[in-house]
């Protein structure tokens, strides 16, 4: 917890994510947040576009499957290439 111009700043995440703690003790504003948080709050929210119950919805629309199968080709080829 960090005061700054009166206002008391609170990170739940080890400094990663800055709010501005509310009076009544609740989180307020984002004050900053670090590319890490922002990468973490990306992959969770992606987390639904694996598992059985994605490739099923895949299955289901080609245009997606088509769109994935791409994804996955491109994503090989920039990995294998940076082993």
């Given at each position: ?39 973490i709050e990306t992959a969770y929210d992606e987390q639904d576009m ?34």
């Amino acid at each position: 917890m960090v005061k700054r111009s009166g206002e008391i700043l609170v990170s739940p995440d080890g400094g990663e994510t800055v709010y501005v703690q509310k009076k009544n003790g609740e989180r307020g504003r984002m004050v900053s947040q670090s590319q890490l948080a922002k990468d973490i709050e990306t992959a969770y929210d992606e987390q639904d576009m694996i598992g059985e119950d994605a490739v099923k919805i895949r299955r289901e629309n080609p245009t997606l499957q088509n769109a994935w199968d791409r994804y996955v080709t491109i994503w090989h080829l920039i990995n294998d290439n940076e082993e």
